[in-house]
């Protein structure tokens, strides 16, 4: 008997009486079943945008009807929203209201010129801010059972589209590309499961308009280099001939394992034949509490310091190679007495390569 089940669990496509297919216009509407009732009313209509749509659904009363059945949409110009505003955003909104109730004829205008009605172009330059208004169209599917449409609850974003006058196009969520269609599950009592897929059926883009397109990017590209070496400059500071450059951005994190609380870290560089003094040579730390991690006592100090040298040899050699600078550092601690110890020392060679240079311990 065992061999007649069928273990066959895959997945099989049929067609539903519930499926719609619409060819709609950018920014065109489409009214839900919700919207039919709610704008037949002229009482609730408030705003000019309300008594259009009631001038719009008499007229599509008159006629056969919307087209639509399951699937509006939502323009730029509706109060719609994909999440529901939070509580300090209806404050906020209120705040602004009670504002501008506020405001008086006499209210001061500043005196300084706010349109720059003839601007040079270093003036647009320097003040160009890129702002590209963005339209936004949502589709939506009301997902009710048969029978019960016109329910604000059975309400369910498809697709969102935005766009700019760029030719920029945000699609959300994105197109299939063959991938399985997105799933929607509404919360009502039976849990209905939809299948949405979204695929992008324009015109394929002809090859020269692929390479103009590309050519586009490759300029674009080319000026923001310039743009940003314009910033950097185009000169490099190289040293005179025979003359070594060191430069070194350090930074003394951490020092941990020492016994007292309140360190601080004394440090100074020794260069080999050097005049120069050595508070020049030499920097101090802030003092720093120590906190305990697992059982280490650690004082982050996150001190950052910066060394540059210059080294002349005499003689060009391998072997007139310059001893390497050393800096030293004393980690000492205070007191509620303001009395300094010595908790230890440490040295280390100016390193040769990047890196992290060392964690001081106690010695």
């Not at 009313?41 to 599509?60: G, M, S």
């Not at 063959?178 to 090859?207: A, F, H, S």
Request: aromatic share 12%; net charge neutral; hydrophobic share 35%.
């Amino acid at each position: 008997m065992a061999d007649s089940w069928n273990t066959d669990t895959g997945e099989a496509v049929y067609r539903s009486r519930d499926a719609e297919e619409l060819v709609m216009g950018w920014q065109e509407k489409l009214f839900s079943q919700y919207e039919m009732e709610l704008f037949q009313n002229e009482a609730a209509c408030q705003t000019p945008l309300d008594r259009q749509y009631h001038t719009e659904v008499k007229a599509l009363n008159k006629a056969k009807g919307r087209r639509n059945h399951r699937i509006f949409t939502y323009t730029d110009h509706d109060r719609y929203t994909s999440s529901s505003p939070t509580f300090l955003a209806e404050r906020m909104a209120s705040v602004r209201h009670r504002r501008q109730d506020r405001r008086t004829m006499d209210c001061s205008v500043p005196k300084s010129k706010i349109v720059n009605w003839e601007p040079t172009a270093e003036f647009v330059k320097s003040s160009h801010v890129v702002n590209n208004a963005m339209q936004t169209m949502h589709i939506m599917g009301d997902l009710a059972p048969p029978g019960r449409l016109g329910q604000k609850e059975n309400e369910y974003l498809l697709v969102t589209i935005k766009t700019d006058g760029s030719g920029t196009v945000i699609v959300k969520p994105d197109f299939n590309k063959g991938k399985e269609p997105y799933r929607i599950v509404t919360t009502g009592e039976k849990r209905d499961v939809w299948r949405l897929t979204v695929e992008n059926v324009c015109t394929t883009m002809q090859p020269e308009e692929k390479e103009r397109e590309q050519n586009m990017y490759k300029d674009l590209y080319v000026r923001h280099k310039e743009y940003l070496n314009s910033l950097v400059g185009q000169d490099f500071e190289m040293p005179p001939i025979g003359i070594l450059r060191y430069m070194m951005n350090g930074e003394i994190v951490s020092a941990k394992g020492f016994e007292y609380d309140n360190l601080y870290i004394h440090f100074f560089m020794e260069l080999p034949n050097s005049n120069l003094p050595f508070q020049s040579l030499s920097g101090v730390t802030q003092t720093c509490r120590t906190k305990t991690l697992g059982k280490e006592s650690v004082a982050f100090f996150s001190y950052p310091f910066s060394f540059e040298a210059f080294y002349m040899s005499e003689k060009e050699s391998e072997e007139s190679i310059p001893q390497w600078p050393v800096i030293y550092f004393k980690v000492l601690s205070l007191d509620s007495w303001q009395r300094f110890r010595t908790e230890g020392y440490g040295y280390l060679l100016f390193p040769a390569m990047p890196g992290m240079l060392c964690t001081l311990q106690r010695f």
